[in-house]
């Protein structure tokens, strides 16, 4: 999931340079003679250019909150898995740690480390 992750931070990099760019571009358009600021050419540019600005960082919302959604779901299932393999809560600490090594907690639980 992580390399999904990088990929979509990639493109949304990717992304935020093209809209970057195409703003530069309108202005460096509104030096052409009947494109200047406040011209219906000018206007469109623009207006195109914050539509596809907002729906970005539209899309970015959506995707941080997916992401949020998926890494509390897998918090919630680690949680379960300590549950079942120690029989008690996991203290906070180890329910915020998403890099919890299930197995390891099983290890340490059949050599004495938890109490039953």
Known sequence: MEKDVDEVGKVARNVKAK???ISK???ANRQKLGCGKGTGVDRSRTNMTNAL???FRDLMIE????RQRIQDEYREVVERRVITVTGTRPDEEVSQNNEINI???M?????GCYPN
């Open 19 to 21: 809209l970057e760019a």
């Open 25 to 27: 571009d309108n202005l």
């Open 53 to 55: 600005t907002k729906k």
């Open 63 to 66: 995707f941080q909150t997916l």
């Open 103 to 105: 197995w390891a907690v």
């Open 107 to 111: 290890v340490k639980w059949n050599y």
